[in-house]
């Protein structure tokens, strides 16, 4: 994976490429970003998992 990244905003860029990025971004960080990202993550996750319980307990209240 060869990526090269720029300073300039990329307004346009599709989930492959961002994906790309965050790899390599992911590859060069330091222990301190990566427990940011981690942190991140399970945050993101933790969320989603309670906002998907809420749409099953809300579809079933509803049938």
Known sequence: ?????????QVFMGAEQIKEILHLRIEQA??????????????????HLEESKEQRIASYEGA
């Open 30 to 47: 330091d222990e301190s970003f990566l427990r940011i990202l981690h942190a991140m993550t399970e945050a993101y996750a933790h969320e």
């Open 1 to 9: 994976m060869n990526v090269q990244v720029t300073n300039q905003t």
